[in-house]
T-cell receptor
Framework: GENVEQHPSTLSVQEGDSAVIKCTYSDSASNYFPWYKQELGKRPQLIIDIRSNVGEKKDQRIAVTLNKTAKHFSLHITETQPEDSAVYFC?????????????FGAGTQVVVTP | DARVTQTPRHKVTEMGQEVTMRCQPILGHNTVFWYRQTMMQGLELLAYFRNRAPLDDSGMPKDRFSAEMPDATLATLKIQPSEPRDSAVYFC??????????????FGEGSRLTVL
């Protein structure tokens, strides 16, 4: 089955700086790569996603890049703000008999300090 | 505003008691997931259904946990007997997967379980 590794586990950045979180996956049949943000005490919510036919996607201050050859994808947050402080989870959704199965990375705790 | 609904939101019980958590997925969604989250852990996949059929419950302790979808509007996760180590937040999530294409996964608010 799919195995997703996420790094770093914690990330502390100064407000205004950029944050980058990286994930690697094992199943070359994976074709959907979403990122979820979970604020303290809340449920995870989708912030951005990318499909395997696209290399990069941007939405205001967040962007995701995908390298299918190397089997890794990254979340980039620019001009970080205190409200970006949360846990971020990546996922790689595999095809084949497991299609649709959401297996998440271990999460990255992002702390943005003013 | 379509939402995944979970009950109960909070549950405190004693060791050995049966616990049942319920989830109403978003109407029209065909995949349902149960995840467990503890303070130091990420989202641990317990069970996964597509079109009400269980596809993967390899992450679930089979001796005490069971997950079912009696119909398309209800998913249940049962723990019997419960143990203190089961204390966690249990999330239900639903989505739509068709023809190998997967859409956004929507999470419920979670059920916070405390087993004393």
């Amino acid at each position: 089955g799919e195995n997703v590794e996420q790094h770093p586990s914690t990330l502390s950045v100064q407000e205004g700086d950029s944050a980058v979180i990286k994930c690697t996956y094992s199943d070359s049949a994976s074709n959907y790569f979403p990122w979820y943000k979970q604020e303290l005490g809340k449920r995870p919510q989708l912030i951005i996603d990318i499909r395997s036919n696209v290399g990069e996607k941007k939405d205001q201050r967040i962007a995701v890049t995908l390298n299918k050859t190397a089997k890794h994808f990254s979340l980039h947050i620019t001009e970080t703000q205190p409200e970006d402080s949360a846990v971020y989870f990546c996922a790689a959704i595999a095809g084949g008999s497991s299609w649709g199965k959401f297996q998440f990375g271990a999460g990255t705790q992002v702390v943005v300090t003013p | 505003d379509a939402r995944v609904t979970q009950t109960p939101r909070h549950k405190v019980t004693e060791m050995g008691q049966e616990v049942t958590m319920r989830c109403q997925p978003i109407l029209g969604h065909n995949t349902v997931f149960w995840y467990r989250q503890t303070m130091m852990q990420g989202l641990e996949l317990l069970a996964y259904f597509r079109n009400r059929a269980p596809l993967d419950d390899s992450g679930m302790p089979k001796d005490r946990f069971s997950a079912e979808m009696p119909d398309a509007t209800l998913a249940t996760l049962k723990i019997q007997p419960s143990e203190p180590r089961d204390s966690a937040v249990y999330f239900c999530a639903s989505g739509l997967s068709v023809g190998g294409n997967t859409g956004e996964l929507f999470f419920g608010e979670g059920s916070r379980l405390t087993v004393l």
